[in-house]
DNA sequence: TGTGAGTTGATTTTT
DNA sequence: TCAACTCACA
């Protein structure tokens, strides 16, 4: 095996056999090429390959391993697989162990969400203070720290606590009943299982004496314990990740497998990989201060030979529609102009509601791009429904497969009957499709509900029939016999036929799942596929699109050309963030990963109005661009800037700004602004004189009315009047003034901030005729002093 | 039981 | 904005 186009750093890791390793691989180091020429190596040693096995986090991550490790070695059949697989693998094997049964369920994220509201339904817990979507990650960080059911303890005081300390053994006992597991349980029994079996532990220790793992720093606790347990005996474990690109935090990913892995393997030998070869030394150097804000880390600095590059673009756009339209247009020339193709450039965001503006622009550029995630497609509606079918039939006691398809397609089958099922299952330890069978006997169902429910057993029954063939079939024996087909096709709405749509797609995957596995016991790995797959796999490389992806989604990929946007306080740093210092250093890590992204050119934007969730509203830039380093920096603030702070001014002219003293959370000093990416906020109203500087913005901790401004300089009225005199205005609000006159009693008028709204009181005259205006966006009614408030009547522009 | 209007409350999401 | 959920009515 040639390994002469290895550097130094990365043959010492390739070559190490035995014993712990720790690769701490910067971004765009190598680290795919040096696992998969480690496993090579391994292989050439003679090292049986079910000996050995390599642990991903996605299966993009775990396919892109075997694809390379093919190249290498092409005979070798080594276990590369997601954490989740191995655990599912192992679970069917040791099922009973756990009190499984061997056909087991995976819920997904939204099934044991329905499970867990059945079991808060059930003990008719009060969710005033919180949601089950709260109660379900509390549960779901204590499956990923080895807490289970029986051990949880809730902290004195807490009530999200107390109530997850009632219920987490419900819903434990629920999914144990339905046969079922989620995604949390693949890992807890698992871990659980080697715990608590010291034979299996050392079997399966044996068996996989080399173990490698991906990824590491994002790593839980349960994910640590199972690798832990199966590297006792034969200490042989490689362990590749970046303290640095830990994203997971949030998801229970404990930093401290990563930082610790020292401590806890003693003989370890550590490599450090810090060439990059992805990015330009501009990028890098960005990258690397932007990480040097960070405390919790393993120092490690990166270095390139590659060009020096560009300068990081920085732009300030007036709103989110510039910054779409901008970025369309800039890839356009660049296409155009044969410089480059789509699929060289990226569009990374922190939140997927970011990516509206984005696509419209792009669609009216008539640019081919692909968004990464959307609705995924087992997510959709009609696909679960489908899929639940399936999983009742390998499940019978599937209740929250069997709950989902009792009435879908409507049977005449309501609340009120499945919740006289339900009793009567839970009153004699019954499945509820056990108890369907006896809807006869249970008390108070009526007649036709009975014989509605009758019918549904009936056709189960028929359909169970056809449970061991082809799987594609079997979706065909669904549709057609349980009336869901043919719902849909006479079905007037539009998305029903394409829901219909969705199934044939359903078809082809179940077909080409066939021609894969032509043995026996097809369905239940189907399901087991299917549970375990998500559509950021479906992501082609090979398309010439431009990619839209969260940031979250961008790890381990890379791109010619990246632009990050919305590098706006609230969004990134995200405002649930901003609190606590450990997630603010997440934040700054996940911005770091997708600097990191780039290879050849970086744009960063920011725009200084947005809309989002439903208004529009004036925008702070991103703390942490105060952290990059100017001097690599191309800061462009556009023309219309002049006009966004008219806009702003205008926005502030009518409302009282309450000046605050001290900083409100936003922490920096605004000298080491040299390079000033400014919006400032001029003087312009009476009512606008307030102690400044206004520092604002964050919608906690200020009083109603109180209006978002950034905390920066102010523009005084006389510079805003040269700006303005220089830069002819296309920002959000026409330049003319509009006469107070224009306005009358019950107008409906354009706020650029609170949108429409309607004049319900006028008063005063000339240049102190004010209005009282209720507006539609919720942010009820607001006093203007007509003269110099930005509003116009909304018929001009409708 | 099924449906349409109104209310509410919003990250990220490997599996 | 938008989707998920509730609630009142048919």
């Given at each position: 095996?040639?390994?002469?186009?290895?550097?130094?750093a990365q043959?010492?890791?390739v070559?190490?056999?035995?014993?712990?390793?720790?690769?701490?691989?910067?971004?765009?180091?190598?680290?795919?090429?040096?696992?998969?020429?480690?496993?090579?190596?391994?292989?050439e040693?003679?090292?049986?390959?079910?000996?050995?096995?390599a642990?991903?986090?996605?299966?993009?991550?775990?396919?892109?391993?075997?694809?390379?490790?093919?190249?290498?070695?092409?005979?070798?059949s080594?276990w590369?697989?997601?954490?989740?697989?191995?655990?599912a693998?192992?679970?069917?094997e040791?099922?009973?162990?756990?009190?499984?049964?061997?056909n087991?369920?995976?819920?997904?994220?939204?099934?044991?969400?329905?499970?867990l509201?059945h079991?808060?339904?059930?003990?008719?817990?009060?969710l005033?203070?919180?949601?089950?979507?709260?109660v379900?990650s509390?549960?779901?960080w204590a499956k990923?720290n080895?807490?289970?059911s029986?051990q949880?303890?809730?902290?004195?005081?807490?009530?999200l606590?107390?109530?997850?300390?009632?219920?987490?053994?419900?819903?434990?006992?629920?999914?144990l009943?339905s046969g079922?597991?989620d995604?949390?349980?693949?890992?807890?029994?698992t871990?659980?299982?080697?715990?608590?079996?010291?034979?299996i532990?050392?079997?399966?220790?044996e068996?996989y004496?080399?173990?490698?793992?991906d990824?590491?720093?994002?790593?839980?606790?349960?994910?640590y314990?199972?690798?832990r347990?199966?590297?006792?005996?034969y200490?042989n474990l490689?362990?590749?990740?970046d303290?640095d690109?830990s994203?997971y935090?949030w998801?229970g990913?404990n930093?401290s497998?990563?930082?610790?892995?020292e401590?806890?393997?003693?003989?370890?030998?550590?490599?450090r990989?810090?060439q990059?070869?992805?990015?330009?030394k501009?990028?890098?150097?960005?990258?690397?201060?932007?990480?040097?804000?960070?405390?919790r880390?393993?120092l490690?600095?990166?270095?390139?030979?590659?060009a020096?590059?560009?300068?990081?673009r920085l732009?300030?756009h007036?709103?989110?529609?510039d910054?779409a339209?901008?970025?369309?247009?800039?890839?356009?020339?660049?296409?155009?102009?044969?410089?480059?193709r789509?699929?060289?450039?990226?569009?990374?965001?922190?939140?997927?509601?970011?990516?509206r503006?984005l696509?419209?622009?792009?669609r009216?550029?008539?640019?081919?791009?692909?968004?990464v995630?959307?609705?995924e497609?087992y997510?959709r509606?009609?696909?679960?429904d489908v899929?639940?079918?399936l999983h009742?039939?390998?499940?019978?006691?599937d209740?929250?497969?069997?709950t989902?398809i009792?009435?879908t397609p409507?049977?005449?089958?309501?609340?009120?009957?499945?919740?006289?099922?339900?009793?009567?299952?839970?009153?004699?330890?019954?499945?509820?499709l056990?108890?369907a069978?006896e809807s006869?006997?249970?008390?108070g169902?009526?007649k036709?509900?009975?014989?509605?429910?009758?019918k549904f057993?009936?056709?189960?029954d028929?359909?169970?029939?056809?449970?061991?063939?082809?799987?594609e079939?079997?979706?065909?024996?669904?549709?057609?016999d349980?009336?869901?087909?043919d719902?849909?096709k006479?079905s007037e709405d539009?998305?029903?036929?394409?829901r219909?749509?969705?199934?044939?797609?359903?078809?082809t995957a179940?077909?080409e799942?066939d021609?894969?596995?032509p043995?026996?016991?097809?369905?239940?790995?189907?399901?087991?596929?299917?549970?375990?797959?998500?559509?950021?796999d479906?992501?082609?490389?090979?398309?010439?699109?431009?990619?839209?992806?969260?940031?979250?989604a961008?790890?381990g990929?890379?791109?010619p050309?990246?632009?990050?946007i919305?590098l706006?306080?609230?969004?990134?740093?995200?405002?649930?963030?901003?609190?606590?210092e450990d997630q603010?250093?997440?934040?700054?890590?996940?911005?770091?990963?997708g600097?990191?992204?780039?290879?050849?050119?970086?744009?960063?934007s920011?725009?200084?109005?947005?809309?989002?969730?439903?208004q529009?509203?004036p925008?702070v830039?991103?703390?942490?661009?105060?952290?990059?380093?100017?001097?690599?920096?191309?800061?462009?603030?556009?023309?219309t800037?002049?006009?966004?702070d008219?806009?702003?001014?205008?926005?502030m002219?009518?409302?009282?700004?309450?000046?605050?003293?001290g900083?409100?959370?936003?922490?920096f000093?605004?000298?080491d602004?040299?390079f000033?990416?400014?919006?400032?906020?001029?003087?312009s109203?009476?009512?606008?004189?307030?102690?400044?500087?206004?520092?604002l913005s964050?919608e906690?901790g200020?009083?109603?009315?109180?209006?978002?401004?950034?905390p920066?300089r102010?523009?005084?009225?006389?510079?805003?009047a040269?700006?303005?005199?220089e830069?002819a205005?296309?920002?959000?609000?026409?330049a003319e003034?509009?006469?107070p006159?224009?306005?009358?009693?019950?107008?409906?008028?354009?706020h650029?901030?609170?949108?429409?709204?309607k004049?319900v009181?006028?008063?005063?005259?000339?240049a102190?005729?004010k209005a009282t205006?209720?507006?539609?966006s919720g942010?009820?009614e607001k006093?203007?002093l007509?003269?110099?408030?930005?509003?116009?009547p909304?018929?001009?522009?409708t």
């Open positions: 095996m040639p390994h002469e186009e290895l550097t130094e043959l010492a890791a070559h190490h056999v035995d014993g712990p390793l720790l690769i701490l691989a910067g971004p765009g180091s190598g680290k795919t090429r040096v696992v998969t020429h480690r496993i090579a190596q391994l292989l040693l003679g090292i049986p390959a079910r000996n050995i096995i642990l991903t986090f996605t299966n993009k991550a775990a396919d892109e391993m075997k694809r390379r490790v093919g190249l290498l070695a092409p005979l070798a080594v590369m697989s997601t954490f989740h697989r191995f655990c693998r192992l679970l069917r040791y099922a009973p162990y756990v009190g499984l049964p061997e087991y369920t995976i819920y997904d994220t939204s099934d044991s969400l329905q499970a509201k079991a808060l339904d059930a003990l008719d817990l009060d005033t203070h919180t949601t089950p979507d709260r379900h509390a549960i779901s990923n080895l807490i289970t029986e949880y303890e809730p902290r004195r005081g807490s009530p606590g107390a109530i997850v300390a009632r219920v987490y053994p419900e819903y434990q006992k629920r999914l009943e079922a597991v995604f949390d349980d693949l890992l807890l029994h871990a659980v299982l080697l715990r608590e079996n010291p034979e532990r050392r079997r399966l220790d068996r004496r080399y173990i490698l793992v990824e590491y720093q994002d790593t839980n606790l349960a994910q314990t199972i690798v347990a199966m590297s006792v005996d200490p490689a362990v590749t990740g303290p690109q994203i935090g998801r990913a930093l497998n990563i930082l610790d892995f401590h806890d393997y003693p003989n370890v030998k550590i490599v990989l810090e990059n070869y992805r990015s330009t501009r990028i890098l150097r960005v990258a690397d201060r932007l990480i040097s804000f960070n405390k880390r393993k490690k600095s990166l270095f390139t030979d590659n020096e590059g560009r300068p990081v732009i300030f007036p709103t989110q529609r910054e339209e901008q970025i369309a247009s800039c890839i356009e020339a660049e296409v155009r102009a044969g410089r480059r789509p699929r060289d450039f990226a569009v990374f965001y922190r939140t997927n509601a970011l990516s503006a696509e419209f622009a792009l009216e550029f008539s640019i081919p791009y692909q968004m995630n959307g609705l497609f997510q509606k009609e696909i679960k899929v639940a079918y009742l039939l390998n499940n019978p006691r209740n929250v497969a069997f989902r009792i009435n409507p049977r005449g089958i309501g609340r009120g009957t499945i919740a006289k099922l339900q009793i009567h299952a839970a009153q004699r330890g019954l499945s509820l056990a108890a069978r006869g006997l249970i008390e169902l009526n036709k509900a009975a014989v509605a429910v009758a057993v009936a056709f189960f028929h359909l169970t029939l056809s449970a061991t063939a082809p799987v079939e079997i979706i065909g024996h669904v549709l057609a349980s009336g869901y087909h719902f849909l006479q539009e998305d029903d036929q394409e219909l749509a969705n199934i044939e797609e359903l078809l179940a077909r799942f021609e894969m596995h043995a026996t016991g097809a369905l239940e790995a189907f399901l087991e596929q299917a549970a375990l797959v998500n559509d950021t479906a992501w082609e490389v090979e398309d010439d699109r431009v990619t839209l992806m969260t940031v979250h961008a790890k990929l890379e791109f050309v990246v632009f990050m919305a706006e306080e609230g969004i990134f740093p995200h405002e649930r963030s901003r609190n606590e603010l250093e997440e934040e700054r890590r996940l911005l770091f990963v600097i990191t992204r780039a290879r050849e050119e970086l744009h960063l920011r725009a200084c109005y947005r809309h989002y969730r439903g529009f509203r925008t830039p991103s703390a942490f661009l105060m952290e990059l380093p100017q001097e690599e920096l191309d800061f462009q603030q556009p023309k800037a002049a006009a966004v008219q806009a702003l001014s205008a926005a002219s009518d409302i009282h700004c309450e000046s605050q003293h900083d409100d959370g936003i922490d000093d605004p000298h602004l040299e000033a990416p400014r919006p400032s906020l001029p003087v109203s009476e009512e606008n004189h307030a102690d400044f500087p206004v520092t964050s906690e200020q009083s109603e009315g109180v209006v978002a401004a950034p920066f102010l523009t005084t009225a006389a510079e805003l040269a700006r303005n005199a830069v205005f296309s920002g959000p609000t026409p003034k509009i006469s006159e224009v306005f009358h009693q019950g107008m409906v008028v354009q650029p901030i609170y949108g429409l709204g004049i009181a006028l008063s005063g005259g000339g102190k005729r205006v209720m507006f539609a942010a009820g006093h203007f007509l003269a110099h408030s930005p509003l116009r909304a018929t001009q522009n």
